[in-house]
Each structure stands twice: as structure tokens, then as C-alpha cells.
T-cell receptor, first 115, second 113 residues
Framework: DGGITQSPKYLFRKEGQNVTLSCEQNLNHDAMYWYRQDPGQGLRLIYYSQIVNDFQKGDIAEGYSVSREKKESFPLTVTSAQKNPTAFYLC??????????????FGDGTRLSIL | AQSVTQLDSHVSVSEGTPVLLRCNYSSSYSPSLFWYVQHPNKGLQLLLKYTSAATLVKGINGFEAEFKKSETSFHLTKPSAHMSDAAEYFCVVSDRGDYKLSFGAGTTVTVRA
């Protein structure tokens, strides 16, 4: 079955540590996205990538970094500069990031907590 | 710029009764509108989408939504709630000027037996 796989499902970070969240898709989609979800706030866009080797900052990019070296992979690194990283992180993809009516497909998320 | 307001943070219904989730949007252009559902500790699943065709949109699991431009609304309904409908629901907008999605804060639905 085609879909988006996020790993790990749960992740714990120590103070001053960088952690990387994995996102892999086998849908052959061009565009990929990272969102942060906090209770009562909906989803906020961290970074997005419309094509391989290109990505743009979303609304809350500070303290995060990404890469897009392969079409199917879009890992997110939460750096020590992100002072409040505890949240549920969702990865999504869409066929073409420049077509406005394309729905996004979501993975099952990674829950990040601070030790 | 686009935005979405979900008018109810929590809705509680009895099994077998209708469900109504309210959503108002603002958009500078002709919007595309979506409803997604999220079960606990899961990703979001698309229920339905509006993209300027018919104003009454039918989705999965018996849900439907009506686009009303004059009221800038896109309310989600289901005639008869099932226990499996207990989840969080998000109204989402995207318009021609900005292909990014804007999410509402979500509505949590509780279904009583």
C-alpha cells in the first residue's frame, strides 16, 4: 500500500540535543510538508518542499532544519535552538505543491517529548 | 491571506443523532476547502474537498459539507452519528494566491451511547 511512514512514533530529547524525525513516502508525490500540532492550535507549517533539493520555511521554522535529497524522503531535525519542542509532528505530501486544490496525505505522526 | 475559524471547540452528540460542525473562512481568492478527521495519535484523513464545482460536497463515511459563499461558511454534517465518528475534525482552506494550507483549531466530537 502507498503511504507515508513516520518514525519513530515516540521520541525523547535531552536538553541541548538535536534529534531527527524521519518521513518517507512511496506515493511518488513531488511536494512534502512538516507540521507541528499543539493542543487547541491546529496545525502549523514548519517547512515545505515542492521538489527535490529545494525547500522553504513555513510559519514557525526557527529551531528546525530539513533536507530533501531524495523525492521520497524529507527528514526534520529539531535543534537545541528550539526551546519548546514538545509537540506532535506530522509529515504530509501532495502530488504537486503548486496546485491549490490538491489534498495532502498525512503520516501517523511522531510525538516528541523533553526528558 | 486566508484563515479559518471553527466555531465550536467541542461538540457532543448521541449516537444516531445528526452532527453539525461549523466552519467560517476568509480568503482573498476563490478558495479550496477541505475537512479532515484525526483519530487519537494518528495522522489526518481527508473527509471531503470543495474546489469550485458543486456547492454540496459528499465525502466518506456519510459526511457532507455545503459551501456558502455569501456566508463564507463550509459546515460539515452527518445525518446519524456513529461511535466511530468520535475524533477531532479540522476545517482547512487554500486559495489561489497561496498554495499553503491554513488549518482551523479543530473541533473535538464526542459520541454518547
Amino acid at each position: 500500500d502507498g503511504g507515508i511512514t513516520q518514525s519513530p512514533k515516540y521520541l525523547f530529547r535531552k536538553e541541548g540535543q538535536n534529534v531527527t524525525l524521519s518521513c518517507e513516502q512511496n506515493l511518488n508525490h513531488d511536494a512534502m510538508y512538516w507540521y507541528r500540532q499543539d493542543p487547541g492550535q491546529g496545525l502549523r507549517l514548519i517547512y515545505y518542499s515542492q521538489i527535490v533539493n529545494d525547500f522553504q520555511k513555513g510559519d514557525i521554522a526557527e529551531g528546525y532544519s530539513v533536507s530533501r535529497e531524495k523525492k521520497e524522503s524529507f527528514p526534520l531535525t529539531v535543534t537545541s535552538a528550539q526551546k519548546n519542542p514538545t509537540a506532535f509532528y506530522l509529515c504530509a505530501s501532495s502530488i504537486d505543491g503548486q496546485i491549490v486544490n490538491q489534498p495532502q496525505h498525512f503520516g501517523d505522526g511522531t510525538r516528541l517529548s523533553i526528558l | 491571506a486566508q484563515s479559518v475559524t471553527q466555531l465550536d471547540s467541542h461538540v457532543s452528540v448521541s449516537e444516531g443523532t445528526p452532527v453539525l460542525l461549523r466552519c467560517n473562512y476568509s480568503s482573498s481568492y476563490s478558495p479550496s476547502l477541505f475537512w479532515y478527521v484525526q483519530h487519537p495519535n494518528k495522522g489526518l484523513q481527508l473527509l471531503l474537498k470543495y474546489t469550485s464545482a458543486a456547492t454540496l460536497v459528499k465525502g466518506i463515511n456519510g459526511f457532507e459539507a455545503e459551501f456558502k459563499k455569501s456566508e463564507t461558511s463550509f459546515h460539515l454534517t452527518k445525518p446519524s452519528a456513529h461511535m466511530s465518528d468520535a475524533a477531532e475534525y479540522f476545517c482547512v482552506v487554500s486559495d489561489r494566491g497561496d498554495y499553503k494550507l491554513s488549518f482551523g483549531a479543530g473541533t473535538t466530537v464526542t459520541v454518547r451511547a
